[in-house]
C-alpha cells in the first residue's frame, strides 16, 4: 500500500486547515486509517483513526475541533482541522494498516506534511 498525503500549511490561530490522504496499492486489505503527528521533540502520537466501518476516534486534544472522514470507494482519507491551536503544530503523517504480499498485517506510512499554527 502506497499514501499519498497533501495539505497542510501554515495558519493562523483559530483558523482551518484540510489534510487528505490518497492510498493505492492492495487498498482492498486496508483495515483502519488515520492521521498521526510529531511535534518537535515528541514522540509521533495518534490525532484520530477511521475504520473500514465507518467508526471514528479522536485523541482526546481534538475532540470536537477535527473531523475524520474516510471514503472507502475512492480510498482516501482527510482530516478537517478546525479551531486550530499553536499546540496543534506538527508534522502530521497518514498511517493504514493493511495487508502485505505475505498476508501479514502491517502499518504503512505516508509522507509527512508540515502543519504551522502561529499565536
Known amino acids: 500500500v502506497q499514501l499519498q498525503a497533501s495539505g497542510g500549511g501554515l495558519v493562523q490561530a483559530g483558523g482551518s486547515l484540510r489534510l487528505s490522504c490518497a492510498a493505492s496499492?492492495?487498498?482492498?486489505?486496508?483495515?483502519?486509517m488515520g492521521w498521526y503527528r510529531q511535534a518537535p521533540g515528541k514522540q509521533r502520537a495518534l490525532v484520530a483513526r477511521?475504520?473500514?466501518?465507518?467508526?471514528?476516534d479522536y485523541v482526546d486534544s481534538v475532540k470536537g475541533r477535527f473531523t475524520i472522514s474516510r471514503d472507502n470507494t475512492k480510498n482516501t482519507m482527510s482530516l478537517q482541522m478546525n479551531s486550530l491551536q499553536p499546540d496543534d503544530t506538527a508534522v502530521y503523517y497518514c498511517?493504514?494498516?493493511?495487508?502485505?504480499?505475505?498476508?501479514?498485517?502491517?502499518?504503512?506510512w505516508g509522507q509527512g506534511t508540515q502543519v504551522t499554527v502561529s499565536s
Open positions: 477511521a475504520f473500514r466501518n465507518s467508526t471514528t
Open positions: 498511517n493504514a494498516d493493511a495487508l502485505n504480499r505475505f498476508d501479514k498485517l502491517v502499518d504503512y
Open positions: 496499492g492492495r487498498v482492498w486489505s486496508i483495515g483502519a
